[in-house]
């Protein structure tokens, strides 16, 4: 059902505004496809993420890199398999102190009750400038 989606992601964001990244785990798949546009190569979260340890290493380097000072995901629409995510947000890089804010859209794919895949679509351009 499209509102047992929606209320899945909203748990995983409430989770992840509490740091409690064991939580936001449990309701993924083993085997989840985690991915932020992006080559990894010009940013530590960017690319692709894979199980729980990927997962685990992408927000890792998350809270490594960044202070979120606003994280609003606005917008949850459920679509089959799919629940789209439209909203913004507001750091800082701990490297440069430069703030960036940012609109965003996250697509979360749903097998089996869970969080199989998740891609996030972001500014990366905005991001790697701030590290400069």
């Given amino acids: 059902?499209?509102?047992?989606?929606?209320s899945t992601v909203r748990h995983l964001y409430d989770?992840?505004?509490r740091g409690d990244i064991d939580t936001l785990l449990a309701g993924l798949?083993?085997?989840c496809r985690w991915q932020s546009n992006g080559d990894r190569a010009a940013y530590p979260t960017f690319g692709l993420f894979e199980g729980h340890d990927g997962v685990r290493s992408f927000f890792g380097?998350?809270?490594?890199?960044?202070d979120f000072t606003l994280f609003s995901p606005d917008e949850l629409h459920a679509s089959g398999d799919k629940v789209f995510v439209i909203g913004h947000s507001a750091m800082t890089v701990r490297q440069t102190g430069k703030t960036v804010a940012m609109d965003w859209v996250h697509v979360f794919t749903f097998r089996d009750g869970k969080v199989s895949a998740f891609h996030d679509f972001v500014d990366t351009h905005q991001i790697v400038e701030a590290t400069r």
């Fill in 1 to 6: 059902m499209a509102a047992d989606k929606v």
């Fill in 15 to 17: 989770a992840f505004g």
């Fill in 29 to 31: 798949t083993p085997d």
């Fill in 61 to 66: 380097h998350l809270a490594q890199e960044l």
